[in-house]
C-alpha cells in the first residue's frame, strides 16, 4: 500500500475567491444583452429616437443592435410623435448627414423642426445649416417625405428635391403682426404639399397647386399686384383667409372666388377682411352651383368683409343647405332680411348646429392697434358696427334652423323680447348652449320666460348684459339701498329656475361680486362680468 497523498484545498477557477463568487452570483443578470438582435430591433420601435442612439455607446451588442435597426428602419420621427416640439439639440452638419446614411432604406422623416438653422456653412465653424441639411436627405435615395416647419428649409426642399413630399402640416413657427420682412416664402406650382399653414409670411402669389387640401392664411402679406391670378386647387377642401394684407382693388379678388368654385370638394370656407367685390360670390354661385360649386360646405364665415353683401351669404347658406354645420355671420350681415329671405326659400338644414351672430374676429378683439395702424400694415379699412337684427329676424332664425344646438349673439341692440323669438312650429328642443354678449337691450323677465321654453338647455353664458336693472327692481345685488320689491338675484334665480330637475342638487352659480349657491338647479349657469349693474 503506498503512501498516503496529502489533501489539498480546490483553488476557485480563475483564482477568484468563493466571497467573489457569490457576490457575483448575487448581481442581477444582464437580460438586455442576452436579447437576440431581432428582439432588440422590435423593442426599438416603440422607442424615440433620441433614446435609441444614447444606447450606442452602453455596450457592443446593443450598438450593433442600433446599427442593424437604422439600416432597415423606413419611417423615423425625431420628435417622437409631440409635433409641438423642436427636435434634438447639438446637431451639425457632419453629424447629421452621418445619422441619415445609417439609414439607406429611410423614406419618412417627420419631426424635422430645427430650433434654428444657419443659411449657409461658414468654413472652419460647424454648425447645422439648410445646405448641411440637404445633403443629408439627399443621401436617403428612398426618401419620399419630410415633416418640417422651417421656411427657408421647405422653399429649398422644393427647389432642390421637388420629389419630395412635405408631410403632415406644415405651419411655421415664427409667425408674428406686423409681418416680419424676413419671413418670406415662394410657393411653386410643383409643390407637393396637402396642408399649407401660414402665419405671419409674406408670399408673391398663392399658384395653382394641385395637391393642396388645406390652406390657412393668417397675417399673410400678398406681394404681387395680382396674387390670385394662377389660383386653382382642385382638391382644396378648407380654405382660410384671416387678417391678410393683400391688393386692396376688389376685382383683384375674382380669380380667387372662381377658383374656389372649381374646388368641387370645398368644406370649409373662412373670409376675415377679405374686400372681394359684393355680388361677386352670388353670380359665382349661379354660375357653379349645378356643377357641384359650394355644395359640399360645411363651414361659412364672413367676418369683416367690406364689399360682402347679404347674396352673398344668402345664395352660399342655400347651396350648401344639406351638409351646413356652422355659419359665422359678420356684423353687417346680421339682419332681418337674410333670414327672412332663407325662411321664404323653405329650405331644410338636417345638419345644422352652430350659428354665431354679430362675428367679429378674435384678432380684432384682443388687438390693441388702433384702426389707422392696422390700415397702415396693409390690412383692410373696416369698420364694423353692431348688427341691426331685431326680434322679427331671430324669429325668423328659430323658424329656418329648427335643429340647432348653439347659438352665440355678439353686440346687437336691437334685441328686446327673447321669448317672441320662439314659435309653435319651432321651439329650439336641441338647443344646449346659449351666449349672449353686449345685447343690453334684452330684458330680464322676457329672457325669463325664454329659457322656460328650452328644454334641452344646459349652458348659459351672459357676458355684458342687463346693463340697466329692471324697473321696478330696487336693491342691488352689490348691497346698494332699496326700497321695496325683490332683487336682480331673485330675478336671476327665477330665470333659471326652469333648469331645475327632480334631483334637487345644489349646483354652484357664478355671479359677479361672488358665488351663490342655489338649491334645485340641475344644470350650471355661468354669467360672466358685471351682468347687473345699479347706479
Given at each position: 500500500m503506498g503512501p498516503r497523498r496529502k489533501a489539498t484545498k480546490l483553488q476557485p477557477v480563475g483564482g477568484c475567491s468563493r466571497g467573489e463568487l457569490a457576490l457575483r452570483h448575487n448581481e442581477p443578470k444582464d437580460y438586455i444583452n442576452e436579447l437576440s438582435h431581432e428582439v432588440l430591433c422590435h423593442i426599438f420601435r416603440y422607442l424615440p429616437m433620441k433614446d435609441i442612439m444614447c444606447?450606442?455607446?452602453?455596450?457592443?451588442?446593443?450598438?450593433?443592435?442600433?446599427?442593424?435597426?437604422?439600416?432597415?428602419?423606413?419611417?423615423?420621427?425625431?420628435?417622437?410623435?409631440?409635433?409641438?416640439?423642436?427636435?434634438?439639440?447639438?446637431?451639425?452638419?457632419?453629424?447629421f448627414l452621418l445619422l441619415l446614411r445609417k439609414m439607406p432604406d429611410l423614406e419618412q422623416l417627420y419631426g424635422l423642426h430645427p430650433r434654428y438653422l444657419e443659411r449657409r456653412r461658414v468654413r472652419g465653424y460647424e454648425a447645422f445649416s439648410i445646405p448641411g441639411v440637404l445633403e443629408a436627405l439627399q443621401s436617403c435615395p428612398n426618401l419620399l417625405g419630410v415633416e418640417t416647419s422651417h421656411l427657408e428649409l421647405v422653399e429649398a426642399i422644393w427647389n432642390y428635391m421637388p420629389q419630395v413630399h412635405i408631410l403632415g402640416k406644415f405651419r411655421n413657427r415664427n409667425g408674428a403682426f406686423p409681418i416680419p420682412a424676413e419671413n418670406k416664402l415662394t410657393i411653386p406650382i410643383t409643390a407637393k404639399i396637402q396642408t399649407l399653414h401660414l402665419v405671419g409670411v409674406n408670399v408673391p402669389e398663392i399658384p395653382c397647386v394641385s395637391m393642396l387640401r388645406h390652406l390657412y392664411l393668417k397675417w399673410v402679406r400678398l406681394t404681387k399686384p395680382q396674387p390670385f391670378k394662377d389660383f386653382l386647387c382642385v382638391s382644396l377642401r378648407t380654405f382660410v383667409m384671416r387678417n391678410c394684407a393683400g391688393p386692396t382693388n376688389s376685382l383683384k379678388y375674382v380669380p380667387l372666388v372662381t377658383g374656389?368654385?372649381?374646388?368641387?370638394?370645398?368644406?370649409?370656407?373662412e373670409l376675415v377682411r377679405v374686400p372681394f367685390l359684393g355680388g361677386l360670390i352670388q353670380h359665382v354661385v349661379e354660375d357653379s352651383w349645378r356643377s357641384g360649386g359650394f355644395r359640399n360646405l360645411h363651414t361659412i364665415v364672413f367676418g369683416?368683409?367690406?364689399?360682402?353683401?347679404?347674396?352673398?351669404?344668402?345664395?352660399?347658406?342655400?347651396?350648401?343647405?344639406?351638409?351646413?354645420?356652422?355659419?359665422?355671420?359678420?356684423?353687417?350681415?346680421?339682419?332681418?332680411?337674410?333670414?327672412?329671405?332663407?325662411?321664404?326659400?323653405?329650405?331644410?338644414f338636417p345638419q345644422f348646429e352652430t350659428l354665431h351672430l354679430g362675428y367679429v374676429d378674435e384678432f380684432l378683439l384682443q388687438c390693441k392697434m388702433s384702426h389707422s395702424e392696422l390700415v397702415k400694415y396693409g390690412l383692410a379699412d373696416v369698420i364694423e358696427n353692431?348688427?341691426?337684427?331685431?326680434?322679427i329676424g331671430m324669429k325668423a332664425v328659430n323658424e329656418v334652423f329648427t335643429n340647432i344646438k348653439y347659438l352665440l349673439i355678439y353686440n346687437c341692440p336691437h334685441l328686446h323680447n327673447p321669448h317672441h323669438w320662439i314659435t309653435d312650429q319651432?321651439?329650439?328642443?336641441?338647443?344646449?348652449?346659449?351666449?349672449?354678449?353686449?345685447?343690453h337691450a334684452i330684458k330680464l323677465d322676457s329672457f325669463s320666460q325664454f329659457i322656460e321654453l328650452l328644454p334641452s338647455l344646459e349652458f348659459i353664458c351672459l357676458d355684458q348684459m342687463f346693463r340697466e336693472p329692471p324697473k321696478n327692481v330696487p336693491g342691488s345685488i352689490w348691497g346698494t339701498g332699496a326700497t321695496t320689491g325683490t332683487s336682480s338675484r331673485s330675478a336671476l334665480s327665477t330665470a333659471v329656475s326652469p333648469l331645475r330637475g327632480p334631483s334637487r342638487r345644489k349646483v354652484p352659480v357664478k355671479l359677479p361680486g361672488g358665488c351663490a349657491t342655489m338649491t334645485g338647479a340641475s344644470k350650471c349657469v355661468l354669467l360672466k362680468k358685471p351682468v347687473v349693474s345699479v347706479s
Open positions: 444606447m450606442e455607446c452602453l455596450s457592443r451588442k446593443l450598438r450593433e443592435a442600433v446599427t442593424l435597426y437604422l439600416r432597415v428602419v423606413k419611417v423615423v420621427d425625431l420628435c417622437a410623435s409631440r409635433w409641438w416640439e423642436y427636435m434634438p439639440s447639438g446637431f451639425t452638419d457632419s453629424s374656389l368654385a372649381s374646388a368641387r370638394n370645398l368644406e370649409q370656407l369683416a368683409c367690406k364689399n360682402a353683401l347679404e347674396v352673398d351669404l344668402g345664395y352660399l347658406i342655400i347651396t350648401a343647405a344639406r351638409r351646413l354645420h356652422e355659419v359665422r355671420i359678420q356684423p353687417s350681415l346680421t339682419k332681418d332680411g337674410v333670414f327672412s329671405a332663407l325662411k321664404m326659400a323653405e329650405l331644410e353692431p348688427g341691426i337684427i331685431t326680434d319651432s321651439r329650439w328642443s336641441r338647443l344646449v348652449d346659449l351666449t349672449l354678449v353686449r345685447c
